[in-house]
């Protein structure tokens, strides 16, 4: 454990081994933010939702981890970014049970609920970057 | 790179205790290789084991469901043994209920579970089996 606290780690999701990758990666930060044990498996839950969903709907990307601090609060952000063709109707993209990838539609809609913050920015034909940040307690 | 899961079977029950974090590949293969073995082995009951998960993602979850539907067309029950607190509270958040999946706290209930339902559909000539509904909460 060196470098400073906010050092992003950054992990290629191209193959399914990145998706456990993401999950792992997720439940190291989350232990070294002193998550507890509930908070920690719903960020991991959520890294993988979203990692798959990098893979298969965006053909591929990367996971930024980092550890953040803000107004005295400490927590977990990870950035999901692919150049895939990205979300035409986000309205739809986040209702439960939608799905365009043959799926169960809980991957956006679900890991959302799963985190504290959750920032979608996607422009159809260039790309989705997914944001989420969990707050230790 | 996949890992195989081994389906071990005692009786006329498989069992199959997942003890590492699973690429979606493997939990693919895992669910063939169970119904393959269902109609192979001829068993009653399966039994996953998922203690040592800290986490059931939207895909772990369905492909339990999956094979929870797919045993029963198979003559087979299936009770998913284990599952942890945050597990359960992480699961419902994200949408997944798995309604059609019967669930055991341990091995040994889950075992009970099977033995129950096996023996109330051998002797389905009397009160037409009803299966006593005690897997779930228990």
Redesign the interface.
């Known amino acids: 454990m060196n470098g400073s606290p906010d050092a992003p780690r950054p992990l290629d999701i191209t193959a399914s081994a990145g998706v456990v990758q993401a999950r792992q990666l997720a439940r190291a930060l989350a232990q070294e933010c002193r998550f507890s044990l509930v908070e920690q498996t719903k960020l991991i839950t959520a890294a993988s939702e979203l990692a798959r969903n990098t893979l298969i709907h965006g053909g591929g990307g990367t996971m930024t981890a980092r550890l953040v601090e803000e107004r005295g609060r400490r927590g977990v952000r990870l950035v999901f970014s692919d150049d895939g063709p990205g979300i035409t109707d986000v309205e739809l993209a986040l209702t439960d049970g939608w799905t365009s990838g043959g799926g169960m539609g809980l991957g956006l809609s679900g890991s959302r609920r799963l985190v504290d913050d959750f920032v979608l920015d996607t422009t159809p034909g260039r790309g989705t970057a997914v944001t989420v940040t969990k707050w230790a307690r | 790179?996949s890992e195989r899961v081994p389906v071990l079977q005692i009786g006329q029950v498989l069992l199959v205790s997942i003890q590492i974090?699973?690429?979606?590949?493997s939990v693919l293969a895992l669910q063939d290789d169970l119904a393959a073995k269902v109609v192979e082995s001829g068993a009653h009951g399966v039994v996953i084991d998922i203690t040592a998960l800290?986490?059931?993602?939207?895909?772990v979850?369905?492909m339990l469901a999956t094979v929870a539907s797919l045993s029963r067309l198979l003559d087979a029950q299936t009770v998913v043994v284990g599952m942890?607190?945050?597990?359960a509270?992480?699961l419902v958040?994200?949408?997944?209920s798995l309604g059609g999946v019967r669930t055991a706290l341990t091995l040994e209930k889950g075992l009970q579970v099977l033995e129950r339902a096996h023996v109330s559909s051998l002797g389905a000539s009397g009160p037409a089996g009803a299966i006593p509904d005690t897997a779930a909460g228990r």
């Open positions: 790179m974090d699973l690429d979606d590949q800290d986490i059931v993602d939207s895909f979850g369905r942890r607190p945050a597990v509270i992480t958040e994200l949408g997944l």
